[in-house]
């Protein structure tokens, strides 16, 4: 077993000490049309593939209070009919030629991305240039498309009681911050918006300028600049709306608030608010490394050491959520936690339990409380330390065999304003973080004043799918009528 492990951390130490400048530079080639649209190539020859990804900088979190998911809305109506495309000839033509193709939006951007064999990239690039400023965003095909955002809205969360607390949650912690609502939109917005808002919010920001073109794979990078160019350089760069600043307000005090959906178990979702890393330019980055100060990059150490966290207490079975509170104590039946450390505005730590059929919720909540309170209290043994930091990176180097990975991994922090050069930095920063951090994190952040707890009561199951069906049966008869 020793031998394993030695084998297993020699081999990590090789990978890392691999992802150097002098590689990516090599690897990586980045040029800004004369529109501003900028492009960002990556060289991956090991398949005759490759895949495109085009990130416009808008998601719902630049969104105000009657338009929520308007974002997300116009994200499905990117497929259909344009100047040169009849509606739905864009996947159609995607899949004639054997490719993949979709998109998602999240709080701080939206991305449409294909894959295709190599020869196929001239036919990519035209098609998203095609529907970057060429949407017809006919009336009668918009209003058919909510419909279908309103049922996944359903299918996705209404119906799923743990997306629903989340929702939920996510309201509760935020009260300024743009993150209080959810991608997807509130169902009230969804079904007011109107065909002019969609137009309006795409002349906002579907411009060259506030976008990014990813292209990674078995391309050549002067062919990739020269076809962004043909396609998008006739394109018209525009100013798009600078936002105000919402900052979140500070906590007053603990929040609690209880949610009655009809679910089979109870639940319990605790958050605490926790910084996000956003706006570091590759100017900022150089002189940080220049001046060996990468540490007091703003909330750059507390995110990373977060994410250290949230992977001691649940990054696999063997972490210590599940261990002490399913395992062991057996007051849950799952447990874990969650973290992200980028993004535009503050944002959340989460931790979530299913508590045993014995078990009172609460009772749940106070043993996930304990576990943080360890944190502080003990420290964390150098032994699970190193394990966590080596798992990070494994996942980091396994993630490189998929070219969609690595493009969203570029994509994702240019879109937050924040170089690509960032990720291998925040690698080798990782494994500068100590067992005097984790503490010191934890008690800067889990403290009372920071916290939003949820729980999920169950209401009866019979009872929902009965009203569901008698509410069904109305709707079509009123239909025929």
Same mark, same amino acid.
């Not at 105000?64 to 344009?82: A, N, Q, R, V």
């Given at each position: 077993? $020793?031998?394993?492990?030695?084998? =297993? ?16 530079? !090599? ?17 991956? $020859? ?96 918009? /209003? ?36 209080h609502h959810p991608v997807i939109g509130w169902p009230e917005d969804i079904k007011q918006y109107t065909v002019e808002d ?7 920001w579907y411009y060259p300028n506030n976008a990014i073109l990813v292209v990674v794979g078995d391309v050549n990078p002067k ?26 307000? !500070? ?37 940080? =490394? ?27 079975? @063997? ?13 849950a039946t799952s447990a874990g936690s969650q973290y992200d450390s980028f993004g535009l505005h503050k944002g959340l730590f ?34 699970? =330390? ?12 396994? @993630? ?23 990720? /291998? ?57």
């Amino acid at each position: 077993m $020793n031998y394993i492990i030695k084998y =297993i951390l020699i081999t990590l130490i090789i990978t890392l000490n691999n992802l150097t400048f002098a590689e990516n530079n !090599q690897k990586i080639h980045s040029n800004t049309l004369k529109n501003g649209l900028k492009v960002i190539v990556k060289i991956d $020859n090991r398949s005759p593939i490759f895949v495109s990804q085009v990130w416009y900088k808008v998601g719902s979190s630049y969104e105000h209070d009657g338009i929520t998911g308007i974002s997300h809305m116009l994200e499905h109506m990117m497929f259909k009919e344009s100047k040169n495309l009849k509606d739905g000839e864009f996947t159609k033509i995607i899949d004639t030629n054997g490719g993949v193709q979709n998109a998602f939006t999240t709080h701080d951007f939206t991305a449409y991305y294909e894959v295709l064999k190599s020869d196929k990239l001239d036919l990519a690039l035209k098609l998203e240039a095609e529907r970057m400023r060429n949407l017809t965003l006919n009336k009668d095909a918009f /209003e058919k498309e909510k419909q279908v955002v309103l049922e996944e809205r359903r299918m996705r969360i209404d119906d799923k009681p743990y997306s629903h607390l989340y929702e939920r949650l996510l309201a509760a912690s935020y009260i300024s911050n743009p993150y209080h609502h959810p991608v997807i939109g509130w169902p009230e917005d969804i079904k007011q918006y109107t065909v002019e808002d969609i137009k309006s919010w795409y002349n906002k920001w579907y411009y060259p300028n506030n976008a990014i073109l990813v292209v990674v794979g078995d391309v050549n990078p002067k062919e990739v600049f020269n076809l962004a160019n043909k396609h998008f350089g006739k394109i018209n760069k525009n100013q798009t709306p600078i936002l105000k600043n919402r900052s979140e307000i !500070q906590n007053l005090g603990t929040k609690n608030i209880e949610v009655q959906l009809p679910a089979k178990v109870p639940m319990v979702m605790l958050s605490f608010m926790a910084p996000n890393v956003s706006n570091i330019s590759e100017e900022i980055l150089k002189k940080a =490394i220049k001046d060996n100060s990468i540490d007091k990059i703003s909330n750059f150490k507390d995110a990373i050491t977060l994410e250290m966290i949230s992977a001691i207490l649940s990054n696999d079975n @063997s972490s210590r959520l599940p261990k002490s509170l399913v395992r062991e104590s057996k007051v849950a039946t799952s447990a874990g936690s969650q973290y992200d450390s980028f993004g535009l505005h503050k944002g959340l730590f989460v931790l979530h339990g299913i508590p045993t059929a014995k078990t009172d919720v609460k009772i749940l909540k106070k043993a996930i409380l304990k576990e943080l309170k360890n944190l502080i209290k003990e420290s964390v043994s150098n032994q699970e =330390i190193e394990k966590i930091k080596n798992q990070i990176i494994s996942n980091k180097v396994y @993630s490189e065999d998929d070219i969609s990975n690595q493009a969203i991994q570029i994509g994702s922090l240019e879109s937050l304003n924040v170089t690509w050069r960032f990720y /291998e930095i925040y690698l080798q920063e990782l494994q500068k973080i100590t067992a005097e951090d984790i503490k010191a994190v934890a008690k800067k952040y889990f403290i009372d004043k920071n916290l939003t707890v949820a729980y999920l009561k169950p209401l009866d199951m019979e009872d929902h799918l009965s009203k569901r069906k008698q509410q069904t049966i109305k709707q079509a008869k009123e239909s025929k009528a």
